[in-house]
Every structure is written in structure tokens, then in C-alpha cells.
């Protein structure tokens, strides 16, 4: 029995990829690259074989830009994708994410020559890491500002200890830039002079997500900061050679905020337990003074004038307290106002007038250097007229002399060439004269 419609072509295709990226997902296959094509597009094109079967491969830029050089014709490669079909041929292929030489990755191999060469330099060794502080006063965390490490560092933060202020020193985490702008932002916070520990990391990844963080001139930044580091890259998996290098390695970005941070909580409770001690120590000590005050009233001639004493005394206790707590608010005040100076020295707006008047500065020289430029141009140009002016073909016939045309309308420089009753016209300085010539000499005659 006929079925009352047929499928088209493009509808054949289309579920045929549907069912082919839905039954596959990712695949990891290792054969011999043939056929590779990098057409203008930067899109790489290559097949897959093995001594029975082949299988087409696209690379689409965005992931071959990863790679340090392309691969070669009959390299023994592995990769990662995804099973599909181009539905415009109806070609089976695969879709590559990752492509590595075959056996041990190129990037596992030189993680490995990059560990050994560092370990060898003693960039590991435990005796040059530094102490991280367990009560921070401020917090710099070099990642980038739009992750979701920066979010959970902040979010952990905000629930142990709130207080602690942190300055982000913003970068990529990925791609080619990043390894620059890591080691720029290692050296800002350095510069900068704010924080006491630095947390250097990124989310979870790929091994190729997380490279930047396995590069040479990434590690040695670690090494050679001044500030306690903290690596804090990708799960706890994740493994990566600044984790080796840094002071301090938490396996994921909230644990470093873990590591790092004081439990409010715990402060709390432990600051009620010592109020509530100092309370029962205080009250034992009032009740002692009491049984011994009441014994020495005892032994006491004239208590009135013990009680007079004891109440100067406690006058001058009084006024003392008065003059310590009075002291403290003060100093308290002084300490407040100060640090509200410095936070106003570091408001955007003074920065921003700052930058205008230097930006004002920049524009007044830039405008003064163009006026003299301007000036000395056209002071040349004049120059340049006049002496143009002076050999001028005008100039020369101001001073006397003629320029003469015959009848063709050539210039004479020659009277052999005219002949009696020939029209000419004599150009001088100013006008023109036309004449008939009725003799000719020759400077031959």
C-alpha cells in the first residue's frame, strides 16, 4: 500500500540528523586526519580513517582557533564532537569541539614538561609559599567580573563575614588574551597596595577553558607576587599548574572564599560566650569585694569615715571612667572621620575631576602645539612665495626683458627663424604688444 504523502529530501535529512545528534551526543574517535582543507573562512574540513572506514570532520573556527598550529596530512589524531549530518548533501559527519594528537594529549604533555621544569626550579618547594592571613582586612580576586567564580566568591563572603571589603581586579579567564591580562592584573593588585591575599581562579572547564592558567608567564606571576595567593581554578578535579605554584590551593572559587574568611557566625558565638564568662566573673568578683567589704566594716573604728573614702574613691573611679570613655568616643570619632576622608578621596567624582583637569591640561598644550605648528607652516609658506616670487617668469619680465612669439605662436629664440612681414607679439611685464617684423639680424651677420 501506497503511504498518501512522501517525504522530501530536506524533510529525509532533517529528521535524520535529528535522530543522529539526539542518539550520539558527544563522541571521542581516534583515526588517521586525511584530507585537510582550511578554506578562506578559517572553518576546517578533514576525514577520519582507519584501515576499513573513513568518516568527514568539520572544525568550525571558533574552536580550531584554540589549537597552537593546525594539524598535518596522516597525523594519528583523537577527537571530540558531535555526530550530525549536513543536511544540504546528506553527508554523515562529526562535528569537532577538540581535536589532540593521539596517546598522551599535546596540552596533558606539555602540563607535564611545564610542571617538571617549574618543580625543578623549586617554584613548588613549601618553604617560599607564604602564610595566608586568617583574618584578612581586604580581599583581591583576580577573574572575571561577569563569572560565576566572582559571584560565588561574593555570595560566601556576604554570608561569613560581610565586613571584609574586596576589590576585583577584572580579566579574561579564556581564550588567547588571557594569559597577559592575568599577569596585568597580578601586578595591579600588587600595585594597587590594598589587599593582604589575592584569589586567582575561574569556574569549571574544559582543559582547554582552563589553560591560561597552565602557562609559564601565569606561574611566575604567582611566584613572584608579593601578596599571599590563593589558586581557586575551576571543580575540585580541576588540576592546574598555578595550584602548584600559589600559597594556597582551594579546589573550587567558593572554597577559597571558605578558606579565607572568618565565620561571623562563629566570632559571634564565641564573643557571647566571653561576654556571658566576663558576666559570671564579674558577678563572683562583686561578691567577693562584698564579703570582704563586709568583714573589714567589721573591723572597722568609725565607718563613716570609711564610707567617705570609699565614696571619694568611687567619685574618682567615676570620673576617670567618665574621662576613659569620653577619650574612647573620641578616639573612635577620630578614627571614623578618618577612614570617612579616605573614602572620600577615593570617590569616582574626584577621580573623574581629577582626570578632566589633567584631560583640560592635555588638550590646552595639544592646542598650543598646534598654533605654533600652524604658524611655522604658513610662516614657511610665505617664505616659499617669495621665493617662488623672485624666479617667477613674471618677475624676469618686470625687470625688462620680453618674451616674444611668432606667427605660429611658438616662442622665438631665434631671429633666423622670421622673416620680413612676419606677425609677432612681445609679452612684457605688463601687457602685451603685437608687431610686424621688417628686418631680421642674425648673430651670424
Not at 561574593?154 to 576585583?168: D, N, S
Not at 579616605?342 to 583637569?357: C, N
Request: glycine share 8%; hydrophobic share 40%.
Amino acid at each position: 500500500m501506497r503511504p498518501s504523502r512522501a517525504l522530501t529530501v530536506s524533510e529525509l535529512n532533517h529528521q535524520a540528523r535529528h535522530l543522529l545528534e539526539t542518539s550520539f551526543m558527544q563522541v571521542w574517535v581516534e583515526g588517521e586526519l586525511s584530507g585537510f582543507s582550511r578554506p578562506s573562512s578559517g572553518h576546517w574540513y578533514f576525514s577520519l580513517k582507519d584501515s576499513k572506514c573513513q568518516v568527514r570532520c568539520a572544525m568550525f573556527r571558533g574552536f580550531n582557533q584554540r589549537l597552537s598550529s593546525p594539524p598535518r596530512e596522516g597525523d594519528q589524531v583523537r577527537i571530540r564532537g558531535k555526530v550530525t549530518l549536513y543536511e544540504n548533501r546528506g553527508d554523515f559527519q562529526i562535528v569537532v569541539e577538540h581535536l589532540e594528537p593521539a596517546g598522551l594529549g599535546a596540552l596533558q604533555q606539555a602540563f607535564e614538561e611545564l610542571k617538571r621544569k617549574l618543580q625543578a626550579e623549586g617554584l613548588f618547594d613549601t618553604a617560599r609559599k607564604k602564610p595566608v592571613p586568617t583574618l584578612p582586612r581586604h580581599i583581591g580576586v583576580v577573574t572575571s567580573p561577569t563569572g560565576a567564580a566572582i559571584h560565588d566568591i561574593l555570595t560566601v563572603l556576604a554570608r561569613r563575614c560581610p565586613a571584609i571589603p574586596v576589590t576585583l581586579y577584572p580579566t579574561s579567564v579564556q581564550g588567547k588574551t588571557a594569559t597577559a591580562e592575568i599577569v596585568q592584573a597580578i601586578e595591579r593588585a600588587q600595585a594597587h597596595g590594598v589587599a593582604d591575599l589575592l584569589i586567582i581562579g575561574r569556574g569549571g572547564g574544559s582543559l582547554e577553558d582552563l589553560w591560561c592558567f597552565n602557562e609559564e608567564a601565569v606561574a611566575r606571576a604567582i611566584a613572584a607576587c608579593t601578596l599571599p595567593t590563593v589558586s581557586a581554578v575551576g571543580h575540585e578535579v580541576d588540576v592546574t599548574i598555578a595550584d602548584f605554584v600559589a600559597d594556597l590551593r582551594a579546589p573550587t572559587p567558593s572554597a577559597a572564599a571558605e578558606k579565607v574568611s572568618p565565620d561571623q557566625s562563629q566570632w559571634l558565638r564565641r564573643l557571647a560566650e566571653l561576654e556571658q564568662r566576663l558576666g559570671h566573673a564579674a558577678r563572683r568578683r562583686i561578691q567577693r569585694q562584698e564579703e570582704r567589704l563586709v568583714q573589714l566594716a567589721r573591723r572597722l573604728r568609725d565607718p563613716r569615715r570609711e564610707l567617705q573614702d570609699k565614696a571619694q574613691r568611687l567619685d574618682d573611679l567615676d570620673l576617670r571612667l567618665g574621662k576613659a570613655m569620653t577619650q574612647a568616643i573620641e578616639h573612635r570619632w577620630l578614627l571614623t572621620r578618618h577612614l570617612h576622608q579616605r573614602l572620600d578621596m577615593q570617590t569616582p567624582a574626584r577621580r573623574i575631576d581629577a582626570a578632566s583637569e589633567r584631560l583640560k591640561q592635555a588638550r590646552d598644550r595639544l592646542l598650543a602645539a598646534i598654533g605654533h605648528r600652524l604658524r611655522r607652516q604658513r610662516d614657511r609658506a610665505d617664505h616659499l612665495g617669495q621665493t617662488l616670487h623672485l624666479v617667477s617668469p613674471l618677475a624676469t619680465l618686470g625687470r625688462g626683458y620680453a618674451i616674444v612669439r611668432g606667427p605660429s605662436g611658438t616662442i622665438v629664440r631665434n631671429a633666423g627663424v622670421l622673416t620680413p612681414g612676419d606677425p609677432i607679439s612681445a609679452r612684457v611685464g605688463r601687457g602685451e604688444i603685437q608687431a610686424e617684423v621688417t628686418s631680421v639680424k642674425t648673430g651670424e651677420e
